[in-house]
C-alpha cells in the first residue's frame, strides 16, 4: 500500500462539500460540534431539490470510529425520510447520494 498520506477529516469535508455543489447543487453546511448542538450530528447537513441530507465524514481507514450515537442520528435521519450515511470521498458520497436518490423516487 506504500506510504500514501490520508487526508485530514476536514480536507475531506471541503472536496465532499465541493463535489456536492458541483453534482447535487443545492444548500450544505458543516456542523461544528458545541454545547449548544446536538450531540451525533452529522459532519455535513444540507438539502437537494427539498431532500434533506446528512453525510457523516470519516477518513479512509477510520471508519469503525463511526459511534453508537452517529449511527443512532443516521439511522433517525433515514427513518424520518431523509438520506443519511457515512462517507469517506467525495467519490463514496457520489455512488451512495446517487444510488439513494434514484431509490427514492416517487
Not at 446536538?38 to 447537513?45: K, M, T, V
Not at 437537494?48 to 477518513?59: D, L, M, P, Q, S
Amino acid at each position: 500500500m506504500g506510504n500514501k498520506k490520508v487526508p485530514l477529516e476536514k480536507v475531506i469535508v471541503a472536496q465532499i462539500k465541493k463535489s456536492l455543489d458541483k453534482y447535487y447543487p443545492g444548500f450544505y453546511f458543516k456542523t461544528h460540534g458545541g454545547p449548544f448542538q446536538r450531540a451525533g450530528l452529522p459532519d455535513i447537513i444540507g438539502v437537494h431539490r427539498g431532500r434533506f441530507i446528512a453525510i457523516e465524514v470519516k477518513r479512509p481507514g477510520r471508519e469503525d470510529t463511526l459511534t453508537e450515537l452517529q449511527q443512532s442520528t443516521i439511522d433517525l435521519i433515514n427513518l424520518a425520510g431523509g438520506i443519511s450515511f457515512m462517507a469517506t470521498s467525495p467519490d463514496q458520497v457520489g455512488e451512495t447520494l446517487g444510488r439513494r436518490l434514484r431509490e427514492s423516487r416517487p
